[in-house]
């Protein structure tokens, strides 16, 4: 008999799971306690933007093996249960803030049925795994409790779900391997590597990949700070680093640096429960990770001023970008709207442009200035700054806006636009870690 799933925590990960789990031919319920999420999904449409995940859910949604329910009592049909919850930083400190984990743990263990497998997928301290299988094994004895980290990406996130390039368990016994492996069958197929692990190896190993990528970014803007103190180009030298195997040419875009949900809080998390462990020189190393990732923007302010004016008080300046990366609406400690914030802070006149994460920029700060279109944010400006990379962003033909803007001056925050096409159009071109 096939397996019956449900997905606690609906959002940008369990809405994922749940819609590729059904895609697989699983019967689905999602659970989640915003009633809000809860109808939009039911009715088949998304609460935040995943470009491939629209049409899968709606496809999912009239199979009939999908459902969404605020109720927890719906997964006590469920064999395997997986937890997607969110484990945003706490408020008082760098640590992960563990009460969603808990409470949807807690909420389910009164369903869980003889046999079931409850697998936490959000990311975690390390040994939270070990501490919920305890209790659990109080409050729901007939039940297991394995890890099974998730890698996906914003803007890839069915790709990344269906098509993963690894599939990392944490289980304490065959079965619970067993189980996962019947689930996950039709992605093994396809040649995925498969490693299990103990439950602490999985939940560091999300961390660890986190504090990897987040490494690389923040190393090739070090190199950014370097080529600028010394007349080079960080372009061309991530470039030529890139084709040595070893390193490889990914993840070295020098900019603004990294945001979003995960990496940042994540090596935060990492670095206060090493901390707890004993283990705090470890990763000493990633306190500067954050220090030089949160230069890239303050690098941009003094870039705005040397062009400018220390006193930003007169000044309008146009932001293309709000969401942390291109193909996402997500503003979670966005590089570009903390920089457009702290230039409003400064007295300039801020307009934000965003094909997709208007709405999530203007609920977080009220008071910046938006736009519709990139024409109506560059009327008037004295400078441009270009902060997330969408395409729309590439392709603009710099002399349409030579007519709106008040000065030619653009600022590429994120090394992604044709400093030729602008310079030969006769616009003054700065670029994070190009000195010329
Ligand atoms: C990340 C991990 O990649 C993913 O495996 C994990 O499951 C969740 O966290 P995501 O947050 O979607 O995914 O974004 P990612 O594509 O990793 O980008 C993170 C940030 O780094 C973005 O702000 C992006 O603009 C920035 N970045 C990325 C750079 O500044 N330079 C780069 O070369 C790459």
């Known amino acids: 008999m096939t397996l019956k799933l449900s997905v606690v925590g609906c959002g940008y990960l369990g809405a994922t799971h749940a819609a590729c789990m059904s895609s697989l031919g699983f019967e689905v319920v999602g659970v989640d306690t915003d009633p809000r999420k809860v109808e939009l999904l039911s009715r088949g449409e998304l609460p935040f933007y995943e470009p491939g995940l629209d049409t899968l859910l709606e496809q999912e949604m009239k199979t009939g093996r999908l459902s969404f329910t605020t109720d927890f009592s719906a997964v006590a049909d469920a064999d395997v249960h997986f937890i997607c919850v969110g484990t945003p930083q706490s408020k008082d400190g760098l640590a992960a803030d563990l009460t969603y984990v808990k409470a949807s743990v807690a909420a389910i263990a009164p369903y869980l049925k003889k046999g079931s497998l409850v697998v936490g997928k959000s990311t975690v301290p390390v040994g939270t795994a070990q501490a919920l299988r305890a209790e659990l094994s109080l409050s729901a004895p007939d039940a297991d409790l394995a890890w099974n980290p998730e890698f996906l990406r914003e803007g890839f996130a069915v790709e990344d779900t269906l098509t993963p390039n690894r599939l990392v368990v944490g289980v304490v016994n065959d079965r619970a391997e067993d189980i996962l492996k019947e689930v996950y069958q039709p992605i093994i197929d396809l040649g ?132 942390f990366k291109p193909d996402s609406d997500d503003v979670r400690d966005s590089p570009a709207l903390d920089i457009a914030a702290q230039l409003q802070a400064a007295g300039a006149k801020i307009i934000v442009h965003d094909p997709k994460a208007i709405e999530n920029a203007r609920l977080r700060f009220p008071a910046l200035g938006f736009a519709e279109s990139v024409h109506e944010a560059v009327k008037g400006a004295d400078l441009i700054l270009h902060l997330t990379e969408w395409r729309e962003y590439r392709e603009i033909d710099p002399s349409s806006l030579e007519a709106l803007v008040k000065g030619k001056i653009i600022i590429d925050g994120r090394n992604a636009l044709d400093r030729d096409k602008w310079r030969t159009a006769g616009w003054k071109f700065h670029a994070l870690g190009r000195s010329n």
Do not use: H
């Not at 190896?201 to 700070?225: P, R, Y």
């Not at 990492?270 to 990732?293: H, S, T, V, W, Y």
């Open 192 to 323: 995925t590597p498969w490693i299990r692990a103990d439950l602490p190896t999985a939940e560091l190993v999300k961390v660890a990949a986190n504090s990897f990528l987040a490494t690389k970014i923040s190393f090739i803007n070090a190199m950014a700070e370097v080529c600028e103190a010394a007349g080079g180009d960080v372009t061309v030298l991530a470039k030529a680093i890139g084709y040595d195997p070893r390193i490889g040419n990914r993840f070295l875009q020098a900019g603004i640096g990294f945001g979003g949900g995960c990496l940042p809080k994540d090596i935060r998390a990492f670095m206060a429960r090493a901390e707890e462990l004993g283990a705090k020189q470890a990763l000493e190393f990633l306190r500067e990770i954050d220090a030089i990732n949160l230069r890239a923007r303050q690098r941009v302010i003094d870039v705005v001023r040397d062009e400018l004016s220390e006193n930003l008080t007169s000044y309008t300046i146009a932001v293309l970008g709000a969401a």
